[in-house]
């Protein structure tokens, strides 16, 4: 099983990014994919996950903000981040999971940094 994010990078406040997960070694459309994040010194926390039908759930810090979405048929999932403030600053992680808040499966992260 494999999850591979990309798309982070470093980005002004305001601005917008665009994270991609290519899952591989699963049957995609079972699971419900997620995104976390992990700050320096802070506990790693859901940002939005998105069940196979296409229900989403959102972290009140990113509602409005941030949109996830998938791809069944390609298996990828994607998180559009749009008004980007530094507290989103941190290594987001890309998971896979049979039960909502329970991840069987990790990527290996991506940095976001959000600094002028």
């Known amino acids: 099983v494999q999850l591979v994010e990309s798309g982070g990078g470093l980005v002004q406040p305001g601005g917008s990014l665009r994270l991609s997960c290519a899952a591989s070694?699963?049957?995609?459309?079972?699971?419900?994919m997620g995104w976390y994040r992990q700050a320096p010194g802070k506990q790693r926390e859901l940002v939005a996950f998105?069940?196979?039908?296409?229900?989403?759930n959102y972290a009140d810090s990113v509602k409005g903000r941030f949109t996830i979405s998938r791809d069944n048929a390609k298996k990828m999932v994607y998180l559009q981040m749009n008004s980007l403030k530094p507290e989103d600053t941190a290594v987001y992680y890309c998971?896979?999971?049979?039960?909502?808040?329970?991840?069987?499966?990790w990527g290996q992260g991506t940095q976001v940094t959000v600094s002028s």
């Open positions: 998971d896979a999971a049979l039960r909502i808040g329970k991840p069987d499966y």
């Open positions: 070694g699963i049957i995609f459309s079972a699971y419900v």
């Open positions: 998105i069940a196979s039908g296409g229900r989403t």
